[in-house]
C-alpha cells in the first residue's frame, strides 16, 4: 500500500483469494469482493479485480474472470475468462445477481391497489365584462 504526495492510497493484494471490504457512502451496508489479485486506485475510487473475482454488493452478487469496480458511480464491469470456469461455473461465463432497488411507495403483494382519487369539483366559468367589451369595439 502507497500514498501519494496528495493523500490519496493506493494497493495491490495478492492471494488465493484476497479480499477487500468497503463501507458504501451513505449506507448501512459494505461492498465486499474477492480475487486472487486487487488493485485499489484511491484517487479514482476504482477496484480492479483479476481471477476468479466476485463483488457482492447488498444482495447484489457477480462474479467474472475480471472486475472493476466503480465506486463513485457504482458501476460495475465484469469480464469473463479461462479462469473463471469452476466446477459451479463450468463455461467460465460471467454470472450476475442483481436486485430492483427499494423504492419508497413500492407496492407489495399484501398492498391493496389505490382508489382512483375523487374528480375535483367543477370550475364555474364566469364571463368577464371587460373582455366582452374589448370583442364589441
Excluded: C, H
Excluded at 485499489?40 to 483479476?50: P, V
Excluded at 467474472?64 to 457504482?74: K, N, P, Q, R, V
Excluded at 407496492?107 to 374528480?119: F, G, I, N
Aim: zero cysteines; a positive charge; hydrophobic letters at 30%.
Amino acid at each position: 500500500m502507497r500514498q501519494d504526495a496528495n493523500g490519496f492510497n493506493y494497493a495491490s493484494a495478492y492471494g488465493k483469494p484476497a479480499y477487500f471490504r468497503q463501507k458504501r457512502e451513505g449506507y448501512d451496508e459494505y461492498v465486499e469482493g474477492n480475487a486472487e489479485r486487487l488493485d485499489y486506485d484511491g484517487k479514482a475510487n476504482k477496484m480492479q479485480m483479476f481471477t476468479n473475482a466476485e463483488v457482492r454488493k447488498g444482495a447484489d452478487e457477480v462474479k467474472g474472470d475480471y472486475i472493476s469496480y466503480d465506486a463513485a458511480t457504482e458501476f460495475y464491469q465484469v469480464i469473463s475468462g479461462p479462469s473463471a470456469a469452476s466446477t459451479t461455473n463450468p463455461k467460465g461465463r460471467v454470472r450476475a445477481v442483481i436486485q430492483p432497488p427499494k423504492r419508497t411507495g413500492d407496492k407489495t403483494a399484501t398492498d391493496k391497489p389505490a382508489l382512483p382519487a375523487p374528480a375535483p369539483p367543477p370550475v364555474s366559468l364566469k364571463s368577464s365584462k371587460s373582455l366582452r367589451d374589448k370583442l364589441e369595439e
